[in-house]
């Protein structure tokens, strides 16, 4: 008797609610993950518990027809297309259009990629070249999802001939132990030898999970097999607990899939063989639980497209409400796809030809798309070159981050920094500060044009210009810093100390009082400092870049996503308690009208390049609107530069 037969004989076809109830807490507890990570943040179980669930009744699948002689590869695949692509479909339209009128060419291409991924169930493969899962980059693909269909249907493929070929009870179940232990021993490989991506994309690796699924039939395949009602109630019990619990304490940190994922697999296998337990009739069998469980793979596929896009157009900082939301609008469109998209099509009569047809076609559009590079035409050219703005430090976005003269916090103090003072006639400014003080260098060359001074510049990563009083064995690297910065202000007797970083209410302010009691110890005539310049939540030209997508138009200020004005407030206080002198850079790029975002058309004429740090324009507009401040005796000339 072959193992399909006895699979037939001990569990013939039934419906089990508990499963769709199984489905239930997966899709569950993975829209929780994605919607707040920081609630449920291994939420991302879910995603085992379906793999689980999928190999345990596709193999159920195979067995019953095999137990009647009446497999065929050709209907099992026809099942397969009716049963996903109908929701896949509708999702990879509606996502496509979404993604036409919001997202830029770069990112519309990646997005025509993982069409094509999805539309072939290769989506798993496409996100081993790209970021890691759990990346902030991965935020931002609203079809990154599809990995996990990838996986199943790479399964799907293969699974199905190789039941065909081994049927025998012992057969079977030496396969199936087989290939389980190569790939969990893939898995653990790859996740010590910090693949962690391949670890968690690939098939090989994941086939496992599936094949616990497969094993838990074999349960149902010995006759004098069972256990006793209490045994199924702690089994039953221990599994949820087990899923439950991973999905509360496992994170992004774990090294996952690796060992981890048993638990959720594991907790799977044990709710599949305990129908009639407390857990399963009284959780999982309940009507509503089925009901999610029902609509569990459209709700799957519907709800991180519009997570994504939602962080998309709310610089990836929506409020509670809003998420909570688009969850239930997700929810919404997961029952009327289900109640008017799958179930019909089940119902109807050869519908496969024209399924495949329409999968084709959403494949060929992304094909058209990436060749097109995103259809660039959607957006004008100038939106187009202030998303590509560079978003790192570099010389080519400020001539003031210049080797010397600005510091990395790794770079040797043995650095010549005597080049960085000017030579020359005039007054000496010397900026001290971090990299955000490193920005005012092309700006102040500017105004060197109409004015005869001379400028020194000592700037160092993250570090304020703040010199640590206190006694210790260790000196960091930026207190290291500053001591050689001081010993230059000494020597080089400045006119002006131009004091400037990314301030906030934090700031070190004990130390800070301790670097301008020193300067004005060895007698600096004038310290200024320069209060913090606004603060984009996220980076100005990606504010700059949403603002296009609902106004269709650039804005030259904007009053959401900036803050800085209560820093400016601090400063001004504590500059006023110190008696010396204060400039405020938030009232300089920002007024009632809001912050100022750019000073003319182009890309180079955004302000700050990143949240921060300002663009070469950006600093020559702050310069000329302050050197009346640094230098009342200063002559007007051109500059053209408008506020």
């Known amino acids: 008797m072959s193992i399909a037969q006895q699979y037939q004989k001990m569990a013939p076809n039934a419906y089990r609610r508990d499963i769709d109830g199984l489905r239930a807490i997966s899709i569950i507890v993975v ?36 137990a009647v002689d009446n497999f065929a ?46 539309a072939g169930f290769f989506s798993n493969l496409l996100q081993l070249r790209d970021a890691n899962y759990f990346d902030p980059d991965a935020l931002t693909n609203p079809l990154l999802h599809l990995w996990s269909l990838g996986i199943e249907e790479q399964f799907y493929i293969l699974w199905p001939l190789l039941l065909i070929v081994c049927n025998g009870p012992r057969r079977f179940i030496a396969l199936t132990l087989i290939v389980a232990i190569l790939s969990m021993g893939t898995n653990l490989y790859l996740v010590i030898s910090h693949q962690q991506t391949a670890a968690f994309y690939s098939p090989i690796s994941r086939a496992w999970e599936l094949l616990i699924g497969a094993l838990a039939l074999q349960r149902d395949t010995r006759e004098n097999l069972d256990i006793s009602g209490f045994w199924r109630n702690v089994a039953g019990g221990i599994g949820f607990l087990l899923i439950i619990g991973a999905s509360l304490l496992l994170d992004k940190t774990s090294k996952y899939p690796g060992w981890w ?24 069998s309940h009507p509503k639980t089925v009901i999610f469980g029902l609509i569990s793979y459209p709700l799957y596929l519907w709800h991180w497209p519009l997570l994504t896009y939602l962080g998309i157009l709310r610089n990836d900082n929506p409020n509670s409400l809003e998420i909570v939301v688009t969850v239930v609008i997700s929810i919404m469109l997961a029952w009327a796809t289900f109640r008017f998209i799958e179930s019909p099509v089940r119902q109807r009569g050869p519908v496969t030809i024209y399924l495949a047809a329409g999968m084709t076609s959403i ?80 700006g102040l060359k500017k105004e060197q044009q109409f004015n005869a001074f001379r400028i020194a510049q000592f700037t160092a990563a993250s570090c304020a210009p703040v010199v640590d009083s206190s006694e210790t064995t260790v000196r960091s690297t930026c207190a290291a810093i500053n001591d050689q910065t001081l010993g230059f202000v000494k020597t080089s007797s400045p006119d002006i100390v131009l004091l400037h970083a990314m301030w906030n209410e934090k700031s070190d302010f004990e130390n800070l009082h301790n670097t301008i009691s020193q300067l004005k110890y060895i007698g600096v005539p004038r310290i200024v400092i320069l209060g913090p310049v606004p603060v984009w939540k996220r980076e100005l030209p990606f504010d700059l870049v949403n603002a296009y997508r609902w106004q269709r138009s650039l804005p030259n200020r904007m009053t959401s996503g900036v803050a800085g004005s209560s820093a400016d407030a601090v400063m001004e206080r504590f500059s006023n308690s110190q008696n010396v002198e204060y400039i405020s850079a938030w009232h300089i790029f920002c007024n009632s009208e809001g912050c100022l975002t750019r000073l003319g058309p182009s890309a180079d004429d955004v302000v700050t390049w990143d949240n921060a740090h300002l663009s070469t324009r950006g600093s020559e507009f702050a310069v000329h609107s302050m050197i009346t401040d640094l230098l009342p005796t200063h002559p007007t000339g051109p500059t053209g530069i408008t506020r």
């Open 261 to 284: 994922a048993l638990i959720p697999a594991l907790g799977t296998l044990l709710l599949l063989n305990s129908a009639g337990s407390i857990v399963n009739r009284h959780l999982l």
């Open 31 to 66: 829209v929780s993950y994605h919607a707040f990570p920081t609630v449920v943040p291994g939420g991302f179980v879910g995603v085992d518990v379906f793999f689980v669930i999928s190999g345990y009744l596709i193999t159920k699948i195979i067995l019953d027809g095999l």
């Open 73 to 118: 590869i050709s209907s099992f695949y026809a099942r397969r297309i009716r049963r996903i692509f109908p929701a896949l479909l509708v999702v990879l339209c509606t996502t496509y259009a979404v993604g036409w009128i919001v997202l830029l060419p770069s990112d519309f291409k990646k997005l025509a990629e993982n069409i094509v991924g999805g």
């Open 363 to 442: 494949g060929v559009i992304g094909l058209c798309t990436i060749v097109g590079n995103g259809f660039g035409f959607r957006f004008p050219s100038q939106v187009r070159d202030i998303a590509a703005l560079r978003t790192r430090i570099s010389s080519k976005n400020n001539t003031g981050f210049r080797e010397a003269c600005f510091l990395d916090r790794d770079d040797s103090l043995l650095t010549p920094r005597g080049q960085c003072i000017e030579s020359g006639r005039g007054p000496l400014i010397f900026v001290w500060g971090d990299s955000t003080a490193a920005t005012l260098y092309p």
